[in-house]
């Protein structure tokens, strides 16, 4: 068998079945990460979401059906699973009631017993998204490229400790007396900046209706968690965004507000390192960013705008395009050591059929300085040039293929080279959108 990096075929196999497994994203985010949970959640009994907010968009496709998901972990699409929204998520209690009612009316059961908020999380409310958008809009050229969804204040809040968490709610005299400070002092800074106060009446009253309908699902997770490792439960992280989005590890400042990587998953759950068993690394068979931010392997415009429309490469949550480029080594290893990546799922790996020639960067160059690493100064990162290594294109379609041994050739030269370049062995790859199109390297011999 052409060499993907099998030796060992047992330890891979075994991510479908350890009891704790974290899955990251390896890259800059919108790897595909709801698409593989989806896969792994099957012999999952618990999920957990354990960073971000509704800024993140999972996108699963069932068959004809198309479910986008924000806030709610990925695994709600099986039934009998349990998921949970865990402390370290940023909570926008609309959103989240609006993202229930979607969902059930595309049939999805979601009820007290099969979907838990963490009581810990903390709320994004309408002055967050507010002072999100006049921050954005003062930056001009220097601009994040952030969703405006009050991701970033509302974690600022949480780490000055004046936040407002969702057991907040559930005190409606609290929840008021608490608010009213806010928006008062809020109210200030965006009259200062020449925006619209907020009314605190209709602020509460929005919110109170919505933590209501919110209250049945309210509950201690940390409690939850622990009882069902207990039980011996098999519990699945899930990661939003990107290893690279990382506050502290990714491309500051073009970053997220929170812990997207591996280690985020123990702080924003309450479930210890030493219970992790497994960390799934999901990343595409090329690569993509979003909003600003230095991007070593970018297409050329033309290539660009060619991926960009066979891989549907627009944000579930804002609709923006996604700058598109080759497959990036340098920045998958640094993730798999962030990590510790036990192994990759890759996905469209289809969206590179037509394509004679393909390219994996190895390295970065920087005059004379190479660069086996992502440089953490994005002035260096800017003028890094990559280093290539090419591939021969398979140019037929994938998309019907179940098994490793029977994709092409020369698909599984360009997947083993990837293996062998970022350090970890590739147990899943998908080769289209739908829960069908997997490829299971264990089903390889």
Known sequence: ???????????????????????VGGQWGDEGKGRIIDVLAEKSDYVVRYQGGNNAGHEVHIGDAVYVLHLIPSGILHPGKVCVIGNGVVVDPVALVDEIKNLRRQGIRITPQNLVISETAHLVLPYHKLLDAERESRKGAQKIGTTKRGIGPAYGDKAARIGIRVLDLLKTARFREKLRTRIEENNAILRAGGGKPLSFDAV??????????LRPFIRNGVTLLHDAMRQRKNILFEGAQGTLLDIDFGTYPYVTSSHPTAGGACVGSGIPPTCIDRVVGVV??????VGEGPFPTQYDDELGTEIQKIGDEFGRTTGRGRRCGWFDSVVVRYAQQINGINDLAVTKLDVLDHLSEL?????????????????????????????YETYKGWQTSTKQVRRYRDLPLNARTYLAAISRHCGAPISIVSVGPRRHETVLVRNSS
């Open 359 to 387: 390219k994996i960067c190895v390295a970065y160059r920087n005059g004379r300085k190479a660069y086996r690493t992502i440089p953490m100064d994005l002035d260096d990162l800017r003028r890094c040039k990559p280093v």
């Open 284 to 289: 595409k068979a090329y690569t993509t960013r």
């Open 204 to 213: 509460c009253a929005e919110c109170l209706r919505a933590g209501r309908f």
């Open 1 to 23: 068998m052409t060499g993907i990096t099998l030796a060992g075929q047992a330890r891979i196999i075994s991510v479908f079945f350890m009891a704790n497994t974290i899955l």
